[in-house]
């Protein structure tokens, strides 16, 4: 597929261009006319087609942590210590091409987050009150976790009992035994454990419907918080932003941040509002997709079928997933054969260029 990808330089360069149209142009490809890259901590981006803005042709000071601007001023280049660029009013060019062929990539919605995810975990429980805290006791699990471990746990302390109460009377060792599993499992005991007394001490029980108050409690940043309160309360206050959304973002020159948190913000300033509920579980989903060896195979599988099987399958090796997995046990099946067999000729073109 390297014919029809974008280049791996190490020159930065922005595009001008404004979003033209929210449709996906017929025959075209998701990096086609892009000549240079950004660089990142891990990777390189397109900057043209697939969306970031800026100067086109300026290329990335080699050295040096300062330079002189236009006004004369010294321009902080130390990754550590320069500002974020500001949330735009203007979205990134080309934004809808890419999130409509991930939304037709991800159709199925069987990722693991949309089986093990929070949204999954906090369901068909006695009172909605229970739902809240399963959703919120999910999230506090989430980090530095993989789904399906967080399922786990989740199911293992609904078979013990799990409410604001029961963690409460919970012996730490007992809570700690049962989510031994999931990362860092000794703090989120602490924090688990402290947040269900808060709970009861200033909220009644309940899990709050604020930000603010969410963030309150030990162990939920604003990640967890947005997420809380879509799930639990459906209120879409704001974006909740993980690390691959934060990687993939980046990636698609959509944000130029260092933190999720950044990414977050300036996310917001441009995203169309009515989307801010879908995104997180649809890129997450994504990002699962193209990460995990047994995900990655259903993921070319419907990028080979799908309507824009070329687009799809540049937009998958782009953002690092390898569109030549072999898509068998037994190791016979490539993705080439695949559109062969299947009368996929853009995908079979797309996979020899």
Same mark, same amino acid.
């Given at each position: 597929?390297?014919?029809?990808?974008?280049?791996?330089?190490a #020159?930065?360069?922005k @595009?001008e261009?404004?979003?033209s @149209?929210?449709?996906?142009p @017929?025959?075209?490809?998701? $990096?086609?006319?892009?000549d240079t890259?950004?660089t *990142? @901590?891990d990777? !390189?981006?397109? *900057? +043209?087609?697939? %969306? +970031?803005?800026?100067?086109?042709?300026?290329?990335?000071?080699?050295?040096?942590?300062?330079?002189?601007?236009?006004?004369?001023?010294?321009?902080?280049?130390?990754?550590?210590?320069?500002? &974020?660029?500001?949330?735009?009013?203007e979205?990134p060019a080309?934004?809808?091409?890419?999130?409509?062929?991930?939304l037709e990539?991800?159709k199925e919605?069987d990722?693991?987050?949309?089986?093990? %995810?929070?949204?999954?975990?906090g369901?068909?429980?006695?009172t909605?009150e !229970?739902?809240?805290?399963?959703?919120?006791?999910a999230?506090?699990?989430?980090?530095?976790?993989?789904?399906?471990?967080?399922a786990?746990a989740?199911?293992?302390?609904?078979?013990?009992?799990l409410?604001?109460? &029961?963690?409460?009377?919970?012996?730490?060792?007992e809570?700690?035994?049962?989510?031994?599993?999931?990362g860092?499992?000794?703090?989120?005991?602490?924090?688990?454990?402290?947040?269900a007394q808060?709970?009861?001490d200033?909220?009644?029980?309940?899990?709050?419907?604020?930000?603010?108050? /969410?963030?309150? /409690?030990?162990g939920?940043?604003p990640?967890?918080?947005?997420i809380?309160?879509?799930?639990?309360?459906?209120?879409?206050?704001?974006i909740?932003?993980? *690390?691959h959304?934060?990687?993939? =973002?980046?990636?698609?020159?959509?944000?130029? &941040?260092?933190?999720? #948190?950044?990414?977050?913000?300036?996310? #917001? %300033?441009w995203?169309?509002? #009515?989307?801010?509920?879908?995104?997180?579980?649809?890129?997450?989903? =994504?990002?699962?997709?193209?990460?995990?060896?047994?995900?990655?195979?259903?993921l070319?599988?419907?990028?080979i079928?799908?309507?824009?099987?070329?687009?799809?399958?540049?937009?998958?090796?782009?953002l690092?997933?390898?569109?030549?997995t072999?898509?068998?046990?037994?190791?016979?099946?490539?993705?080439?054969?695949l559109?062969?067999?299947?009368g996929?000729? $853009?995908? $079979?073109? $797309?996979? /020899?260029?």
């Open positions: 597929t390297s014919g029809n990808l974008a280049p791996r330089a #020159e930065e360069t @595009s261009n404004p979003e @149209s929210p449709s996906v @017929s025959g075209s490809n998701v $990096a086609r006319s892009v890259t950004q *990142t @901590s990777s !390189t981006v397109p *900057t +043209e087609s697939l %969306g +970031e803005r800026g100067t086109p042709g300026k290329p990335k000071p080699k050295s040096g942590r300062k330079k002189q601007n236009s006004q004369g001023r010294k321009q902080n280049l130390n990754p550590k210590t320069a500002q &974020s660029p500001p949330a735009s009013v979205p080309e934004w809808r091409r890419v999130y409509d062929l991930v990539l991800r919605r990722a693991p987050v949309d089986w093990a %995810g929070s949204e999954a975990l369901v068909d429980e006695s909605q !229970t739902n809240n805290f399963h959703v919120l006791v999230l506090m699990l989430s980090s530095q976790t993989k789904d399906q471990v967080v786990d989740m199911y293992k302390l609904k078979a013990r009992g409410t604001v109460q &029961s963690i409460i009377d919970m012996p730490p060792e809570l700690d035994s049962i989510i031994a599993k999931v860092f499992h000794n703090n989120k005991t602490k924090y688990i454990k402290q947040t808060l709970l009861l200033r909220h009644n029980g309940v899990v709050p419907a604020t930000a603010e108050e /969410l963030c309150a /409690l030990p939920i940043g990640k967890m918080a947005y809380i309160l879509a799930v639990a309360h459906g209120i879409v206050s704001g909740g932003v993980d *690390t959304m934060h990687r993939l =973002f980046n990636l698609l020159g959509w944000v130029q &941040s260092k933190t999720p #948190e950044q990414t977050r913000k300036q996310l #917001e %300033g995203l169309p509002r #009515e989307l801010w509920g879908e995104v997180n579980v649809l890129f997450v989903g =994504f990002g699962q997709m193209l990460q995990q060896p047994a995900e990655r195979v259903k070319l599988r419907r990028a079928a799908s309507q824009n099987a070329a687009d799809s399958l540049q937009l998958i090796s782009f690092g997933g390898d569109v030549h072999l898509l068998d046990k037994e190791g016979k099946q490539t993705p080439l054969m559109a062969a067999e299947t996929a000729a $853009a995908a $079979a073109k $797309a996979l /020899l260029d």
